[in-house]
């Protein structure tokens, strides 16, 4: 499984909450919400939204664009 988090250097906090005001959905995939820093798996926080699979994941873009939302996606 491959991991990937924010850069070392960031806030974490700080940097989801400002993905949060910017309508930026922020997941995680797999069995848990612990959202990963950039050398580990475990960064003390957690992501707004978890994904169990590809189909789940899916559904959230889905549903994401439907929202018309500028966050990023295209």
């Known amino acids: 499984m491959h991991i990937s988090g924010v850069k070392s250097i960031l806030d974490i906090g700080r940097t ?6 910017q309508g930026v959905c922020v997941a995680t ?9 950039f050398f580990s798996s475990k960064s ?3 992501s ?3 994904v169990h ?3 789940e994941a899916a559904e959230l873009v ?3 664009f439907g929202l ?3 966050n990023g996606m295209s």
Not at 16 to 21: D, Q
Not at 29 to 37: E, H, I, L, N, W
């Open 16 to 21: 989801l909450e400002y993905l949060e005001t």
């Open 29 to 37: 995939f797999g069995s848990t919400k612990q959202f990963p820093a």
């Open 44 to 46: 003390g926080y957690e």
């Open 48 to 50: 707004s939204c978890n």
């Open 53 to 55: 699979d590809v189909n």
């Open 62 to 64: 889905h549903t994401t």
């Open 68 to 70: 018309g939302l500028n």
